[in-house]
T-cell receptor, first 114, second 116 residues
Framework: KAGVTQTPRYLIKTRGQQVTLSCSPI?????VSWYQQTPGQGLQFLFE???????NKGNFPGRFSGRQFSNSRSEMNVSTLELGDSALYLC?????????????FGPGTRLTVL | DAKTTQPPSMDCAEGRAANLPCNHS???????VYWYRQIHSQGPQYIIH???NNETNEMASLIITEDRKSSTLILPHATLRDTAVYYC?????????????????FGKGTHLIIQP
């Protein structure tokens, strides 16, 4: 079974631009979560989607948004990019997002904001 | 979710067993212990999880103390490819209601270095 895939793997943007990242979950998984990883803050939870609905959200500004499609694929968008948004963005999928449901991570998208 | 404490770094010789400790003294009865690892700049990889009994899979063994306040992840025969940051995470288990599961809370983990 194929793992979680994320595209693109690397991205360079400039301040003020917006960016969209894509995540395809493991086949049959309906929950998709997004995380941001920076050297200073470590791995932080952004939000979780299930059946096209955002069910939970971490402590990030409204510039960070996402959506999920009927096939469970998910996108996250960051508007008005800031230098501090440079990070590794990780997507994880699980069967239904239950708290004992194992999350499987993709390889991440490395975003650099200049 | 309960807080965990791990040593920041550890060394282990290749071929030997690597024993990674985790302290979770405030763990509640319905909280599971999860272990993930992250090889440099890759996505975290799930290793194993457990509630109160010891668990073993093809990657590792998880030993949880009887009072559940600490656990040890054991990699039986460490190889150079096991060099990574290992995260111990405690998470509430069971059926949740309403608004979806919170994300996993990652601490700083243990940087395990396997020496040739």
């Amino acid at each position: 079974k194929a793992g979680v895939t994320q595209t693109p793997r690397y991205l360079i943007k400039t301040r003020g631009q917006q960016v969209t990242l894509s995540c395809s979950p493991i086949s049959g998984h309906r929950s998709v979560s997004w995380y941001q990883q920076t050297p200073g803050q470590g791995l932080q939870f952004l939000f979780e989607y299930f059946s096209e609905t955002q069910r939970n959200k971490g402590n990030f500004p409204g510039r960070f948004s996402g959506r999920q499609f009927s096939n469970s694929r998910s996108e996250m968008n960051v508007s008005t990019l800031e230098l501090g948004d440079s990070a590794l963005y990780l997507c994880a999928s699980s069967l239904d997002g239950g708290t004992t449901d194992t999350q499987y991570f993709g390889p991440g998208t490395r975003l650099t904001v200049l | 979710d309960a807080k965990t404490t791990q040593p920041p770094s550890m060394d282990c010789a290749e071929g030997r067993a690597a024993n990674l400790p985790c302290n979770h003294s405030t763990i509640s009865g319905n909280e599971y212990v999860y272990w993930y690892r992250q090889i440099h700049s890759q996505g975290p990889q799930y290793i194993i999880h457990g509630l109160k009994n010891n668990e073993t899979n093809e990657m590792a063994s998880l030993i949880i103390t009887e009072d559940r306040k600490s656990s040890t992840l054991i990699l039986p025969h460490a190889t150079l490819r096991d060099t990574a940051v290992y995260y111990c995470i405690v998470r509430v288990g069971g059926v949740y209601s309403g608004g979806g599961a919170d994300g996993l809370t990652f601490g700083k983990g243990t940087h395990l270095i396997i020496q040739p």
